[in-house]
Nanobody
Framework: QVQLVESGGGSVQAGGSLRLSCAAS????????MGWFRQASGKTREGVAA???????????YYADSVQDRFTISQDNAKNTLYLQMNSLKPEDTAMYYC?????????????????????WGQGTQVTVSS
């Protein structure tokens, strides 16, 4: 299994931005679906965004409705790193954020947000947004 380590969390005011990073222990080839999840206190873990690469530079991305147009997922295969750029942050974005890896076919419209399909998880990084 790939080992994942998140970083970049912190405390910001509403409207601010953060960029989360997730360093992987091995090359993130087109074999993986990579995702970001979050879990707020007292709530279930929810999918935030996911990405997979196809042949060449083609990528497919998936976003939760709540973060569409505010968050951007990307990956740098040369650095074995997954990113989540978060803009226009809101207090309701406050949560522990996790990156995760799954077999490539998990990245599909009806399955990318299912935490149970992801096999490797990082330890999480806390994001706190104050109003």
């Amino acid at each position: 299994q790939v080992q994942l380590v998140e970083s970049g969390g912190g405390s910001v005011q509403a409207g601010g931005s953060l960029r989360l990073s997730c360093a992987a222990s091995r090359y993130m080839s087109s074999s993986y679906c990579m995702g970001w999840f979050r879990q707020a206190s007292g709530k279930t873990r929810e999918g935030v965004a996911a990405i997979k690469t196809a042949g060449g530079s083609t990528t497919y991305t998936y976003y939760a409705d709540s973060v569409q147009d505010r968050f951007t997922i990307s990956q740098d295969n040369a650095k074995n790193t997954l990113y989540l750029q978060m803009n226009s942050l809101k207090p309701e974005d406050t949560a522990m954020y996790y990156c995760a890896a799954a077999p490539r076919d998990v990245c599909a419209f009806n399955s990318w947000s299912l935490a149970s399909r992801f096999v490797s998880w990082g330890q999480g990084t806390q994001v706190t947004v104050s109003s």
